[in-house]
């Protein structure tokens, strides 16, 4: 499998070609080419003891939080980083970084009860304008429009719980 | 017959008092919301009881429902814990009256401690220092003027029906006193409807100490030395320690002193803490007094040696406590309370599946938690996962275990307030104990540490193996593998709505 990949480290974000062979005896991995054998054992919970040849260890956990964006905890650090297959790289290169972006759904970024929708269909709306009012954990959280746009439907109503990812208002086309 | 205890709580607290249950030979009875059914509370229990719905008002703030499920168990004790009922002076009423036994203080010492007027007017003829203030509102300007001359500027101008930080006003000379005078009353106005203000001493740069004391029925009553809690996020305690950092053998005898008193002038027994502001002279001042058990009452176990919760049971079935009279501190201990929210997203809560977990151990760790692996943080309640409990010899060491322990734990599925902690705990002024209750409204979290060149190399690989490995078994097999972290990396709830 190929990869590309964007991390930002203290000597700046440097872009990666990434290659993952997996075979019966180990792994392999080429970083810009340059092949290693790593010894990567699996721990519970989806992570994995990476051990690299210099003897270098430490537990890391990857979670996709998104589009390409993958977090992974090495010890107690935190690294994001962008990791795209060959394929999608390539097809976000021809149609450009706008192509991601256009979605019209305003969607929860985390669980909670809808306390109040701001918005109703048909009102403009600016990017990073607070459009529904989320409850959770006795704290209330802005859910803030992606773009500027016209306000298409309210999907949910107050009293309503929502799950990661829901679609909570649509907006019209981009213009 | 078995002696049984109602806890009347859940979480993190409901744990440790079923802890304190089992070390006295007491069987713990656990309630339940329809969020908790199968909650760490509920499966140490020997009992349990469902109350109701989640929201806490249809369930853990029912009294009825709680002392129906003490009497379905056959449990005669009720220990409230910490916020819900525990400092309801009708709750701890009605359990008596339900001729079973509450394990705090009477209710009537709760209900003197829970007005702060009568608290205040208590504490004064008790001879605990309060913060000098008018007694009476204020008619005019010149009465705020006049007090000012007579114990100094800066003052503090409050709503008199106020509370929550509303209607406030500080004023630094005299010369400010006519304009803020007018703005407090309007503010008075609209906040409460009510135009009545006064004014106390505006301490600067205070910090906020508490005085651990524990009474009994025998009218023993016994301070604990203090707690350094100035560290406050939105009014709410992040980290704690004992002793205070900036408090002499001295101060502390002052305080606890003080402490004592405050607790005699309300019969008070079981646990309780004495609020007191310190101010940077050393003068200190009584704010109020909790009657319950409080969230950091760890660290003062582990300085001083002693299980409170385990002495509050004692306490109510009527037996002395068991701690001596000059109880003698040592070493030192700091507490952090781990939350399910993440630093690096503006503290946004992060509720969710707990696929991960790994908590500290080794010399001088605790760790109070009310959740294990698979769990699910319900939406529910406090956000608090757990506290983590770092004792050593001196307070550099309990420091350095702290971060030990930090960098141990693991917690995959929802982000914690850890990498807060690492960086709060690297900061020359908590380092050296230079805060005050205002320190952490001008420090902001700075973001979490760009990754070494090692550790940036590491995730990559990982990440793309992870990768990897889900295209392959996609391809080779059509049985579903079990949840990861990788799969899963934003759980949604399920069963809980």
């Known amino acids: ?175 | 017959m078995t002696e049984r205890l109602l806890i009347a709580n859940r979480g993190e607290i409901a744990v440790r008092i079923s802890r304190a249950c089992r070390d006295l030979g007491i069987s713990p009875v656990a309630v339940f919301s329809d969020a908790d059914r199968a909650s760490l509370h509920v499966r140490l229990a020997d009992h349990a009881v469902g109350i109701g719905p989640a929201p806490a008002r249809e369930s853990y703030l029912l009294p009825e429902k709680l002392i129906d499920a003490a009497k379905r168990t056959g449990a005669r004790l009720v220990h409230p814990g910490f916020g819900f009922l525990a400092e309801n002076a009708a709750f701890a009423r009605a359990v008596r009256d339900a001729g079973l036994v509450w394990v705090g203080p009477d209710p009537e010492s709760i209900s003197a401690m829970g007005s702060k007027t009568e608290s205040r007017a208590r504490m004064k003829a008790a001879g605990v220092p309060i913060v000098p203030g008018m007694t009476t509102p204020a008619k005019d300007p010149s009465e705020i003027a006049a007090f000012g001359r007579e114990h100094g500027f800066p003052l503090l101008l409050k709503a008199a029906a106020g509370g929550g930080g509303k209607g406030m006003r500080i004023v630094r000379s005299e010369d400010e006193v006519p304009a803020a005078f007018a703005r407090a009353r309007s503010e008075a106005v609209s906040f409460f409807a009510d135009d009545k203000v006064y004014c106390e001493l505006y301490v600067e740069k205070s910090r906020h100490v508490e005085v651990q004391v524990l009474g009994d029925r025998s009218g023993r009553v016994v301070a604990l030395g203090e707690r350094e809690c100035s560290l406050q996020r939105r009014h709410q305690k992040v980290l704690e320690e004992c002793p205070s950092p900036v408090v002499s053998p001295g101060l502390r005898a002052r305080m606890e002193e003080s402490a004592v008193a405050a607790a005699r002038s309300v019969d008070y027994v079981s646990a309780g803490t004495v609020e007191f502001l310190l101010a940077a002279d050393g003068r200190f001042f009584f704010l109020e007094m909790n009657t319950r058990i409080q969230v950091e009452h760890p660290v003062t176990e582990m300085v001083y040696g002693v299980d409170l919760v385990a002495e509050m049971i004692r306490i109510a079935l009527g037996e002395p406590m068991s701690v001596p009279q000059r109880p003698e501190p040592r070493g030192h201990a700091v507490e952090c309370r781990i939350y399910a929210e993440d630093p690096s997203n503006g503290f946004a809560p992060s509720p969710g599946t707990i696929h991960r977990l790994r908590w500290p151990q080794g010399p001088g760790i605790r760790v109070d938690s009310g959740v294990e692996e698979g769990d699910t943080i319900p939406l529910d309640y406090d956000p608090m996962v757990a506290k983590l409990v770092a004792f050593g010899s001196d307070r550099d060491e309990a420091i350095r275990r702290m971060r030990r322990a930090l960098r141990e734990t693991r917690v995959e599925g929802i982000e914690t307030s850890i990498p807060f902690f690492l960086a709060l705990l690297d900061d020359p002024d908590v380092l050296s104990g230079n805060v005050s209750t205002q320190f952490l409204e001008g420090w902001t979290y700075p973001g979490d540490p760009a990754p070494t060149d090692d550790a940036a190399e590491l995730a990559l690989v990982a990440a793309a193996v992870a990768s990897a490995r889900e295209s392959l078994s996609v391809r080779g097999s059509s049985q579903p593998r079990p949840p990861s972290a990788w799969r899963t990396a934003r759980p949604t709830f399920g069963h809980r709505e």
Not at chain 1, 10 to 39: C, H, I, K
Not at chain 1, 53 to 60: H, I, L, P, S, V
Request: aromatic share 2%; net charge positive; hydrophobic share 40%.
């Open chain 1, 1 to 175: 499998m190929k990869y590309r990949a964007k991390v930002t480290s203290p000597s700046g974000e440097r872009s990666v070609e990434v290659e993952v062979q997996l075979d019966p005896t180990g792994v392999v991995v080429s970083l810009d080419g340059r092949p290693a054998r790593w010894n990567i054992v699996s721990t519970p919970g989806g992570g994995f003891s990476v051990l690299r040849a210099d003897g270098r260890q430490a537990e890391a956990v990857p979670h996709r939080v998104g589009n390409g964006t993958v977090r992974v905890r090495v010890g107690a650090e935190r690294v994001t980083l962008e990791l795209l297959d060959e394929l999608t790289a390539r097809a976000q290169a021809v149609a450009g970084k706008g192509a991601y972006r256009g979605s019209g759904d305003v969607k929860a970024a985390i669980p909670g009860r809808v306390l109040r929708v701001l918005a109703n269909p048909g009102d403009s709306v600016l990017q990073g304008q607070p459009v529904v009012v989320l409850e959770a954990m006795k704290m209330e959280n802005d859910v803030r429009s992606p773009r500027d746009g016209v306000v298409h439907s309210v999907e949910v109503a107050a009293g309503q719980a929502v799950g990661v990812g829901q679609v909570l208002l649509r907006l019209e086309p981009a213009v």
